[in-house]
C-alpha cells in the first residue's frame, strides 16, 4: 500500500479538522498516512494575541521528507484568496525536491477553509495545486461523487478542486458533517490512486 502525508497549516483549527477527516479517508483504503504541519512563521506574542491554536498535536514536518511519500493532500486556510504564508514559506524551501524531481509522478490535493462562502475557496485550491503541478505531481480533487457539495438545504463547502469548510467571519462555525464527509472522500481517493500508482 502507499504511504500519504497530509500537511497543514492550521491557524485556529478549521483545516485541522479537514486534515483529521482527510487522513481517516486515505486510511480507509490501507494505506500508511501521516498527520503534519507546517510551522508557525508569526511571532509567539502576535499568534497568542489573535488567538492561533498552538497546541496542535501533528508533529511539524520537515521539507525533505515530502519525497518520502507517494501522495500529498496540502490544506491551508485562504490568506485573501491564496495560499497561507506559513505554507508558501514551507513549500517555497522545496526547490532541491523540484531540482531532483523527487516529486515527479506522486499524488497530490489541496483542502482549504475560508471565513465566508465567495473568500476564496476556489483560487486558494489553485494556488496549493499549481505548486504541487510545479513538483510534477498528479492532482486529485472532490469530485461530483461526494453529492453533498451540491446540497441547496444548508451552507457548505467544497469544491470539484478539493474539499472545503466555511470557517465565518470570527471562526465561529466549525466544519459541518458534509464537509467532513467530503475531505474524507478525497482523501480516499487520494490514497486510492497512490495505491494503484504505488501499492
Known amino acids: ?3 500519504v502525508i497530509v500537511l497543514y497549516y492550521s491557524s485556529y483549527g ?3 479538522a479537514l486534515a483529521d477527516a482527510v487522513a481517516e479517508g486515505a ?4 494505506a500508511t498516512v501521516d498527520v503534519k504541519r507546517v510551522p508557525e512563521t508569526a511571532p509567539e506574542e502576535v499568534a497568542k494575541a489573535a488567538y492561533f491554536k498552538l497546541d496542535q498535536q501533528a508533529p511539524v514536518a520537515e521539507v525533505a521528507e515530502l519525497a518520502d511519500y507517494d501522495a500529498i493532500a496540502v490544506g491551508t486556510p485562504t490568506r485573501f484568496g ?3 504564508s506559513q505554507m508558501a514559506a514551507f513549500l517555497d524551501q522545496a526547490g532541491g525536491l523540484w531540482m531532483s524531481g523527487a516529486l515527479n509522478g506522486k499524488v497530490g490535493g ?3 477553509s475560508t471565513a465566508s462562502q465567495h473568500g476564496g475557496q476556489e483560487t486558494t485550491l489553485f494556488s496549493v ?4 503541478l510545479h513538483f510534477g505531481m498528479v492532482i486529485v480533487g ?4 461526494h453529492h453533498g457539495q451540491m446540497t441547496l438545504d444548508e451552507i457548505v463547502g467544497g469544491a470539484p478542486y478539493g474539499a472545503t469548510t466555511i ?3 470570527n471562526g465561529e462555525r466549525q466544519p459541518s458533517a458534509i464537509e467532513l464527509e467530503g475531505a474524507r472522500h478525497q482523501g480516499e481517493l487520494i490514497a486510492h490512486t497512490a495505491n494503484k500508482l504505488f501499492g
Open 1 to 3: 500500500m502507499s504511504k
Open 14 to 16: 478549521h483545516v485541522e
Open 27 to 30: 486510511r480507509s483504503t490501507g
Open 82 to 84: 491564496r495560499i497561507s
Open 110 to 112: 489541496a483542502f482549504t
Open 129 to 132: 495545486i499549481t505548486n504541487l
Open 142 to 145: 472532490l469530485p461530483y461523487s
Open 167 to 169: 470557517a465565518g467571519g
